[in-house]
């Protein structure tokens, strides 16, 4: 099967989208107002036809880090269920799951207030409150459980990231190539996560996206007022890159967080990845316009052709 897999809408909106990679067979996905057959088998030279230009006209692509851009084996939710567990907080992978994609401090608040809900000292989840004794003592507590996890958190993530034996690489063996072939079609390309900074500048030296011929820009969910699925991020993006139609901006990620917000964003292509967290059907689910195997498999445009300016002729 072809690495790239259409819904309706995308095919609607970008009707001629080529794969570069158009290895076999493609599913296209209609609507559910086609009861009796909801699929249909795509040939390879259709497949290509079809899809050759899905990211002509957009002027940047917001791509997700941990599993979308770069290869950690999954070690980064492992590790924050780790040192939860071993503080005493305790989560299954299944509980885990929902939480992909998440700001990192928002996963751990979440998981510790629950922890913190017993008798004499019951939090409510919606309002962060304590109903009944002592509130001021129980917050500061708190507080000081979700902090101490944290920077357990930073310490075992930073040994396995940047240790001897490190997992982290690019998500595919060709993304460098395909990053600058991007903006070489003059498309911008930023990265947002849920890592803190700290760990988010680090990963970005590491890998050489500090290198601007790479990567334009990058930001973490800590320096905006809430993570996803929430559309800060990429908002805060589009501002210091001087992109004003979020419709001209794709939102690609591994996780039905990242599909939510792109879609809560506005932007005009929102792409799940295979290569990381979560399944077609729930990036599906959650509004994804398309599904493909992983980030280099959408077609790079035609670089754009700068129309000359106008000029008067000499009348003198």
Request: glycine residues 8%.
């Given at each position: 099967?072809?690495?790239?897999?259409?819904?309706?809408g995308a095919?609607?909106?970008?009707?001629?989208?080529?794969?570069?990679?158009?290895?076999?067979?493609?599913?296209?996905?209609?609507?559910?107002?086609?009861?009796?057959?909801?699929?249909?088998?795509?040939?390879?030279?259709?497949?290509?036809?079809?899809?050759?230009?899905?990211?002509?006209?957009?002027?940047?692509?917001?791509?997700?880090?941990?599993?979308?851009?770069?290869?950690?084996?999954?070690?980064?939710?492992?590790?924050?269920?780790?040192?939860?567990?071993?503080?005493?907080?305790?989560?299954?992978?299944?509980?885990?799951?929902?939480?992909?994609?998440?700001?990192?401090?928002?996963?751990?608040?979440?998981?510790?207030?629950?922890?913190?809900?017993?008798?004499?000292?019951?939090?409510?989840?919606?309002?962060?409150?304590?109903?009944?004794?002592?509130?001021?003592?129980?917050?500061?507590?708190?507080?000081?459980?979700?902090?101490?996890?944290?920077?357990?958190?930073?310490?075992?993530?930073?040994?396995?990231?940047?240790?001897?034996?490190?997992?982290?690489?690019?998500?595919?063996?060709?993304?460098?190539?395909?990053?600058?072939?991007?903006?070489?079609?003059?498309?911008?390309?930023?990265?947002d996560t849920?890592?803190?900074?700290?760990?988010?500048?680090?990963?970005?030296?590491?890998?050489?996206?500090?290198?601007?011929?790479?990567?334009?820009?990058?930001?973490?969910?800590?320096?905006?007022?809430?993570?996803?699925?929430?559309?800060y991020m990429?908002?805060?993006?589009?501002?210091?890159?001087?992109?004003?139609?979020?419709?001209?901006?794709?939102?690609?990620?591994?996780?039905?967080?990242?599909?939510?917000?792109?879609?809560?964003?506005?932007?005009?292509?929102?792409?799940?990845?295979?290569?990381?967290?979560?399944?077609?059907?729930?990036?599906?689910?959650?509004?994804?316009?398309?599904?493909?195997?992983?980030?280099?498999?959408?077609?790079?445009?035609?670089?754009?052709?700068?129309?000359?300016?106008?000029?008067?002729?000499?009348?003198?």
């Open positions: 099967m072809s690495a790239i897999k259409l819904i309706g095919l609607r909106r970008a009707p001629a989208i080529r794969s570069q990679q158009a290895r076999a067979f493609a599913s296209l996905q209609l609507p559910t107002v086609f009861p009796t057959r909801n699929t249909l088998t795509l040939s390879p030279t259709l497949m290509a036809s079809t899809t050759s230009n899905i990211l002509q006209g957009y002027e940047m692509m917001v791509c997700d880090m941990a599993g979308t851009t770069v290869e950690e084996g999954g070690a980064v939710y492992e590790t924050l269920r780790q040192v939860m567990n071993d503080d005493g907080v305790e989560v299954s992978v299944e509980a885990m799951h929902p939480w992909h994609g998440a700001k990192k401090e928002a996963v751990l608040e979440h998981f510790c207030r629950g922890a913190a809900a017993t008798p004499g000292k019951v939090l409510d989840h919606r309002e962060g409150r304590v109903l009944g004794g002592a509130e001021a003592q129980a917050n500061s507590e708190l507080e000081a459980r979700i902090n101490r996890i944290a920077d357990a958190f930073i310490e075992s993530i930073t040994a396995q990231y940047f240790g001897e034996n490190s997992p982290v690489k690019p998500i595919a063996p060709g993304l460098y190539g395909y990053l600058k072939s991007l903006k070489a079609a003059g498309i911008k390309v930023a990265l849920g890592y803190p900074p700290e760990i988010q500048e680090l990963l970005v030296k590491k890998l050489g996206f500090d290198d601007k011929s790479v990567v334009d820009a990058y930001i973490s969910a800590y320096t905006v007022p809430e993570g996803r699925p929430y559309p990429i908002h805060r993006l589009m501002e210091q890159q001087g992109v004003m139609d979020v419709r001209k901006v794709v939102k690609v990620g591994d996780s039905v967080r990242d599909i939510e917000e792109g879609k809560n964003a506005g932007c005009g292509l929102v792409v799940g990845v295979l290569s990381g967290a979560d399944s077609a059907a729930d990036m599906l689910a959650a509004g994804a316009d398309l599904i493909a195997d992983c980030v280099t498999d959408l077609p790079v445009p035609l670089a754009r052709r700068e129309t000359p300016a106008f000029r008067s002729p000499d009348m003198s």
